[in-house]
């Protein structure tokens, strides 16, 4: 069974920096790890993807201020988030493709979230 597991989030003042976690499990291959946000009033969006060649992208709202990184050994990915402002508030996702372990077709999966206040 495939699972991911965020933790970290907490609640925050603005300019302090903070790293999420997440914990993935069940899966045979993984090709892709992403953040997802959904902030109050907004469309859900995609804050950062990283790909199994470590290719990167981020929105432009969080560019220069998060960084998306892995630990393969560990399957653990990490959103380490700097400078964080009242507008980061919100609900944060893990995503990852792959394919589980029981069989099938790559699919995405999504962790329950973690959630993130940032105080002025």
């Known amino acids: 069974q495939v699972q991911l597991v965020e933790s970290g989030g907490t609640s925050v003042q603005a300019g302090d920096s903070l790293q999420l976690s997440c914990v993935f499990s069940g899966f045979a291959a993984t090709v892709t790890w992403a953040w997802y946000r959904q902030t109050p009033g907004h469309e859900r969006e995609r804050v950062a993807f990283?790909?199994?060649?470590?290719?990167?992208s981020y929105a432009d709202s969080v560019k220069g201020r998060f960084a998306i990184s892995r630990d393969a050994y560990a399957d653990t990915v990490y959103l380490q988030m700097n400078n964080l402002k009242p507008e980061d508030t919100g609900v944060y996702y893990c995503?990852?493709?792959?394919?589980?372990?029981?069989?099938?077709?790559?699919?995405?999966?999504w962790g329950q979230g973690t959630r993130v206040t940032v105080f002025p």
């Open positions: 990283l790909t199994r060649a470590d290719t990167m």
């Open positions: 995503v990852s493709k792959g394919r589980p372990l029981s069989g099938g077709i790559l699919k995405e999966y």
